[in-house]
């Protein structure tokens, strides 16, 4: 069973920053690509940053991209995400989530097959 532990969330006001990390329990996490997603209260689950299992390409949504950093360190099983020029609309329980083998470019919920408890992030305007 893999476990996926995020942390790093908390209050920050707009224009602030924040890193998120996550850290796996699995020693295969290296053969695996990886992504953040958040979610709010009567909104799906939306795909924020990937990164594939070498580190080598990530993908972000328009909305975090220019902001928002992917990256992961293999030989600690942790995967992070740096988040800056925060905005109120960022405000979300983001979550880390491991991709499916033989799954092609895209990063829905669904292709993704373990998930983190997530963690908090709070934004003031």
């Known amino acids: 069973q893999v476990q996926l532990v995020e942390s790093g969330g908390g209050l920050v006001q707009a224009g602030g920053s924040l890193r998120l990390s996550c850290v796996a329990s699995q020693g295969t996490f290296s053969m695996y690509a990886m992504g953040w997603f958040r979610q709010v209260p009567g909104k799906e689950r939306e795909f924020v940053a990937g990164i594939s299992w070498s580190g080598a390409s990530t993908n972000y949504a328009d909305s975090a991209k220019g902001r928002f950093t992917i990256s992961r360190d293999n030989a600690k099983n942790t995967v992070s995400l740096q988040m800056n020029s925060l905005k109120p609309e960022d405000a979300a329980v983001y979550y880390c989530?491991?991709?499916?083998?033989?799954?092609?470019?895209?990063?829905?919920?669904?292709?993704?097959?373990?998930w983190g408890k997530g963690t908090l992030v709070t934004v003031s305007s």
């Open positions: 989530a491991r991709k499916k083998v033989a799954v092609g470019s895209s990063w829905r919920s669904d292709d993704m097959d373990y």
